[in-house]
């Protein structure tokens, strides 16, 4: 793509059409390339959660977790910045909100990032900064980043499972990194890629139009989906306008909670089962990410009332916390079942992610139908859709906490994953 | 107890038949998008499975059954699916 890409606002929409248009297999190159952005995305929370659930920070490997969550912000920042690259009104209308934002921090520290990252240049400076960034700067730094996070490895070993035998009694292999661990991994990238370009072949991409002022005026702009929950929180009435660097601080305090997380959670035990808080509060952030992200897609440009956020994300940290801690307490009155009774992890976690993205969804979902009967009425659709939305969230929620724990009890691909990155049988 | 041997044999083949078949209509310009997309597919899950049994073999573990049958009949539908794609 960079072969035909011309980063200057003139060009950049006429040459990323050009590679749609006109260069062979161009589209579909362009559709690989998003998707499997997304997917890194996806997959990048994905395990930051499971290590957060199984407690993979703690000692020694405090700062494999703090450079594993610099990797994921560099990830956003790969998508934020490649997002505007198209210049087509929705990748620079939401830019743009993006860079409104950055002004509402302390003026020193945003003109600082304005400086890096916009220049004074206007448009022209702006994109060629998200281009050098996007294809040099950020793809050097992640490679630095997984370098060291790859020594760590090496060093410490991957993290045991949260229960199972002690180490000294599981079998050391001798595993190298070449070719067992290499060809281990290049086996399930061969799996990703496959499923990546077939997706990409069936789901083409089509191309927004192209960005003009005039279309710009014309349209609501609303961040990518891995940005909503932030554009959702920014949204809330009392955040609007002189409370938005208040706004801004609690998203920033949430990615420091998140980078200094070794340094709060400190409690000796990594048991799922012995850490009901931790466990929780992972289960509440979970479903708020994705009520806000979803609630963002509904509703593009709306002021949230403040009492109505607060009825929706409080209702849904609790009605979570509520259901975990029920989970927990049914939990505490049965006895452990031995560690290796279970089989089938894989389906296993295959469930645990399915039920989490429906929970989640099933969250929001009902929260949104009670808001809808509420200010519109108790009309047969609203009625239904709130009936079966509190159905999907009942029958789907315990179930996740069931499988949440099965995956924790699991031996099955778990314990050969840990005893194959076991290498020359280190554990710590 | 699995032919392993006999399995990547195969796998190996199916590779490079599908490698063989895009260069071939790369050459004639007839390839489409959809087309290239399943056919590397192929390649590389017939590369996964490859790797996981030669990996397994060297660790002296048992090599799934379950997993050979489930990658053989992802292939099996992929192959089929170059049928629908233009």
């Known amino acids: 793509m960079m072969l035909y890409y011309v980063p200057s606002p003139s060009d950049a929409f006429s040459s990323t059409q050009y590679i749609f248009q006109t260069v062979y297999f161009g589209r579909f190159l362009e559709t690989v390339h998003l998707y499997t952005a997304y997917a890194m995305i996806m997959l990048a929370f994905m395990h930051m959660m499971r290590g957060y659930f199984v407690s993979v920070q703690k000692k020694p490997r405090e700062m494999m977790w703090i450079v594993g969550m610099v990797m994921g912000f560099v990830t956003l920042g790969f998508g934020f910045t490649g997002y505007l ?37 206007g448009d022209a400076t702006e994109l060629l900064r998200f281009y050098d960034l996007h294809v040099v700067v950020l793809p050097a730094v992640l490679l630095v980043l997984l370098t060291v996070k790859m020594y760590m490895l090496e060093v410490h070993g991957i993290a045991e499972p949260a229960t199972g035998p002690p180490p000294d009694a599981r079998a050391s292999h001798g595993l190298s990194i070449f070719p067992d661990v290499t060809l281990y ?41 891995y940005f909503l929950w932030i554009y959702q929180i920014l949204k809330i009435a009392v955040f609007e306008g002189k409370g938005l660097p208040i706004a801004l601080s609690i998203v920033t305090l949430i990615f420091v909670l998140l980078l200094a997380l070794p340094f709060v959670d400190r409690g000796a035990t990594r048991r799922i089962r012995d850490r009901p808080v931790y466990v929780t509060i992972g289960w509440i952030f979970i479903a708020e990410l994705f009520v806000l992200a979803y609630w963002g ?71 949104n139908s009670i808001v809808r009967v509420v200010a519109m009425g108790a009309n047969s659709l609203n009625l239904l859709q709130l009936g079966i939305s509190l159905g999907v969230l009942v029958s789907v929620i315990p179930l996740s906490m069931f499988f949440l724990y099965r995956l924790e009890l699991d031996r099955g691909s778990l314990k050969r994953r840990v005893r194959l990155f076991d290498v020359r049988g280190r554990t710590k | 107890m699995i032919p392993t041997k006999h399995v990547v044999t195969l796998l190996l083949a199916l590779q490079m038949v599908s490698a063989a078949y895009l260069w071939v209509v790369t050459l004639f310009g007839t390839l489409t998008a959809g087309r290239f997309a399943d056919f590397l597919a192929v390649d590389l899950l017939s ?28 292939l099996i539908i992929l192959l089929l699916a170059s049928l629908y794609f233009p």
Do not use: C, N
């Not at chain 1, 009104?89 to 890096?116: E, N, Q, R, W």
């Not at chain 1, 499923?195 to 014309?218: I, K, N, R």
């Not at chain 1, 009774?341 to 976690?349: D, F, I, N, R, V």
């Not at chain 2, 490859?50 to 489930?70: N, P, S």
């Open chain 2, 47 to 74: 590369f996964a499975l490859v790797a996981y049994v030669y990996t397994h073999e060297r660790w002296g573990e048992t090599v799934d059954r379950v997993w050979i049958l489930t990658g053989s009949a992802g």
């Open chain 1, 297 to 367: 897609l509904e509703s593009p440009g709306q002021v949230i009332a403040t009492e109505e956020a607060a009825l929706v994300l409080g209702g849904t940290a609790i009605l979570v916390a509520i259901v975990s801690l029920a989970f927990y307490r049914g939990m505490s009155r049965r006895p452990s079942k031995p560690v290796g009774e279970t089989h089938g992890a894989l389906s296993t976690a295959t469930g645990f992610v399915a039920l989490l993205a429906a929970g989640s969804i099933g969250i929001g979902w009902s929260f």
């Open chain 1, 85 to 121: 690259l198209p210049w087509t009104v929705v990748s620079k209308s939401a830019t743009d909100v993006g860079i409104g934002m950055i002004s509402a921090l302390p003026s020193a520290l945003s003109s600082a990032i304005i400086f890096l990252v916009v220049g004074a240049g």
């Open chain 1, 185 to 225: 991994l290049l086996g399930l990238a061969a799996m990703f890629g496959s499923a990546m370009l077939l997706v990409s072949a069936v789901f083409p991409l089509s191309l927004p139009p192209m960005y003009t002022p005039q279309l710009a005026a014309q349209f609501t702009p609303q961040p990518d989906w």
